[in-house]
């Protein structure tokens, strides 16, 4: 029985000398495999922020180039017209321009009754007005857009002192 007992300890420890080795094999793959892990989540998650900000700045270069013609149409329908046809296909090819706009998260930026705000707005003459607030907008020379955070144009302004 002695010698039965002796046996099995020698087994016990000779699978105890097989086992810490694969166990700390096992141990090393699955922390290795949770880092690996880990770096492929933040990999998605800063690739979709990269993607995300290169597609806005595509969209507003591309949105820059078509901002003239929606001043020129909003221009346009300032202008007095007997042809009341004219005027109501520029209103609708301005609405579907901004409408466009509008979808792809252009904002125009507020301005007349607004605070000046450099990094909006560009403040292109001021005037001295008791009645205003300090720094406050009073007329806008030319709307500014913006997608989010980023600015695609300033608002051209006058500003009171």
């Known amino acids: 029985m002695e010698e039965d007992k002796k046996v099995e300890e020698k087994d016990v420890e000779k699978k105890d000398c097989i086992i810490d080795p694969v166990q700390q094999e096992l141990d090393d793959l699955n922390d290795r495999y949770k880092r690996v892990l880990a770096e492929f989540e933040n990999f998605k998650k800063r690739s979709g922020k990269e993607r995300e900000t290169l597609y806005n700045s595509i969209l507003s270069d591309i949105v820059e180039v078509f901002l003239p013609v ?8 300032k202008i007095e017209t007997q042809d009341l046809e004219y005027k109501k296909g520029i209103e609708l090819v301005l609405k579907q321009f901004k409408d466009i706009l509008k979808a792809k998260g252009v904002e125009e930026i507020p301005t007349v009754g607004e605070t000046f705000d450099p990094s909006l707005h560009e403040a292109v003459s001021s005037i001295q007005d ?18 989010g955070t980023k600015v695609i144009r300033h608002s051209m302004v006058v500003v009171a002192n």
């Open 130 to 147: 008791s009645d205003k607030n300090i720094q406050e907008i009073v007329q806008e020379y030319r709307k500014g857009y913006k997608i």
């Open 70 to 77: 929606v001043d020129n149409l909003e221009n346009a329908l």
